[in-house]
């Protein structure tokens, strides 16, 4: 079934500590792939897209994500997790073909331990 | 930084009865979204709206359901009978372009009671 998959449901870091989170989709075409973090009582801010082209993309807040075709993977990463990094954090894809609706993963719950 | 707003920020009902959620997009985007988190769920859409009218909807977005852009800043959802199943936080979104990046409200609660 066509899906966003992120296997991971809670993360306990370290503050300091490096961090990836999972995300892999299973669509027949590359989507367009977004991350985004829901802080408590926030909304869902962006982090970062790919679209096409590098595949390696920056976005805000330090982190970064890297896109792998051959594992139809877009992990999400930070160099060194700080306390306040700690929130929800999503995959989601714009599936080809698809209208530009978003289907989310069931996100990943970020603990930073002091 | 422009922002999508929504109001209320939580709105508690009696099953069977209309509520309406609003939302305020970003001044200059085209693209309107609306979608739901049921507790402990997925984000899931419901409905994307361009140029007046919807141009997507998902099977949760049925006849209960209707979007409407009263004047040239508000996006509003209509649910017309609300059920307990309905409870969830319901977030709304815009974008500047067709399958750009998605801008989103802080959410609305809704509590069906």
């Known amino acids: 079934a066509q899906s966003v998959t992120q296997p991971d449901i809670h993360i306990t870091v370290s503050e300091g500590a490096s961090l990836e989170l999972r995300c892999n989709y299973s669509y027949g075409a590359t989507p367009y792939l977004f991350w985004y973090v829901q802080s408590p009582g926030q909304g869902l801010q962006l982090l970062l897209k790919?679209?096409?082209?590098?595949?390696l993309v920056q976005g805000i807040k330090g982190f970064e994500a890297e896109f792998k075709r051959s594992q139809s993977s877009f992990n999400l990463r930070k160099p060194s997790v700080h306390w306040s990094d700690a929130a929800e954090y999503f995959c989601a894809v714009v599936p080809p073909e698809y209208g530009n609706k978003l289907v989310f993963g069931a996100g990943t719950i970020l603990r930073v331990k002091s | 930084e422009p922002e999508v707003t929504q109001t209320p920020s939580h709105q508690v009902t009696q099953m069977g009865q209309e509520v309406i959620l609003r939302c305020v997009p970003i001044s200059n985007h085209l693209y309107f979204y609306w979608y739901r988190q049921i507790l402990g769920q997925k984000v899931e859409f419901l409905v994307s709206f361009y140029n007046n009218e919807i141009s997507e909807k998902s099977e949760i977005f049925d006849d209960q359901f209707s979007v409407e852009r009263p004047d040239g800043s508000n996006f509003t959802l209509k649910i017309r009978s609300t059920k307990l199943e309905d409870s969830a936080m319901y977030f709304c979104?815009?974008?500047?372009?067709?399958?750009?990046?998605?801008?989103f409200g802080p959410g609305t609660r809704l509590t069906v009671l």
């Open positions: 979104a815009s974008s500047e372009l067709e399958n750009n990046e998605q801008f």
């Open positions: 790919y679209f096409s082209g590098d595949t």
